[in-house]
């Protein structure tokens, strides 16, 4: 079992960044690739990012590519969100997601355990 955690969320302006954090319970966080997603009122919920256990292999949405960066501390139970030049398009709820395989997926029905989610608003 695997609960996740996230924070960091809140509300910025157009151009502006935030960095969201996941924090995961259990002793075998390194044996999960992690994902987040993010879901916009009345829209499915997407793929935006993830990262094999090992950090060594991403997986970007192109919507994100060049503004966000995941990366993870394994030592730390967490994974990282950096996003930059934020859109507007980027409002959403964002969550975290962990799956039990060594790859990175963007398939969300591949994930085992999700969080609650963070929001994130970006005005402009």
């Known amino acids: 079992q695997v609960q996740l955690v996230e924070s960091g969320g809140g509300l910025v302006q157009a151009g502006g960044s935030l960095r969201l954090s996941c924090a995961a319970s259990?002793?075998?966080?390194?044996?999960?690739?992690m994902g987040w997603f993010r879901q916009a009122p009345g829209k499915e919920r997407e793929f935006v990012v993830a990262?094999?256990?090992?950090?060594?292999?991403?997986y970007y949405a192109d919507s994100v590519k060049g503004r966000f960066t995941i990366s993870r501390d394994n030592a730390k139970n967490t994974v990282y969100l950096q996003m930059n030049s934020l859109k507007p398009d980027d409002t959403a709820v964002y969550y975290c997601?962990?799956?039990?395989?060594?790859?990175?997926?963007?398939?969300?029905?591949?994930?085992?355990?999700w969080g609650q989610g963070t929001q994130v608003t970006v005005s402009s």
């Open positions: 259990g002793r075998t966080f390194r044996r999960y690739a």
């Open positions: 990262i094999s256990w090992s950090g060594g292999s991403t």
């Open positions: 997601a962990a799956r039990y395989s060594g790859s990175s997926d963007p398939n969300k029905y591949e994930y085992d355990y």
